[in-house]
């Protein structure tokens, strides 16, 4: 059983910075990618950003240039440093887990989620 477990969220001004963290804890054959989600009120869950094993990372478009998704694999802790957050970045963000069991069975964890609120 794979957990996840976020922090760091809370509320903002327009402009300011916040870093969330991930710490994940479960024994797993292989972790394939982390990554970061967000959900709006009345909105489907979008992806913001992703990092795979081999360090290949994506970015949402509205997050380019402003987000950085790390990772610290001897913590098993991820991070996202949110910079110039904007308004429209109020969403509760999820970080997410995808590998394989040692009988190879594939798993998408999630954690409990975090609020990130930009708001003057």
């Known amino acids: 059983q794979v957990q996840l477990v976020e922090s760091g969220g809370g509320l903002v001004q327009p402009g300011g910075s916040l870093r969330l963290s991930c710490v994940r804890s479960g024994s797993t054959f292989s972790i394939n990618a982390v990554g970061w989600y967000r959900q709006a009120p009345g909105r489907q869950r979008e992806l913001v950003a992703r990092?795979?094993?081999?360090?290949?990372?994506n970015y949402a478009d509205s997050v380019k240039g402003r987000f950085t998704i790390s990772r610290d694999n001897a913590k098993n802790t991820m991070y996202l440093q949110m910079d110039s957050l904007k308004p429209e970045d109020t969403a509760v963000y999820y970080c997410?887990?995808?590998?394989?069991?040692?009988?190879?069975?594939?798993?998408?964890?999630w954690g409990q989620g975090t609020q990130v609120t930009v708001s003057s």
């Open positions: 997410n887990a995808e590998g394989r069991h040692y009988d190879a069975r594939a798993f998408s964890s």
């Open positions: 990092i795979t094993s081999g360090g290949s990372t």
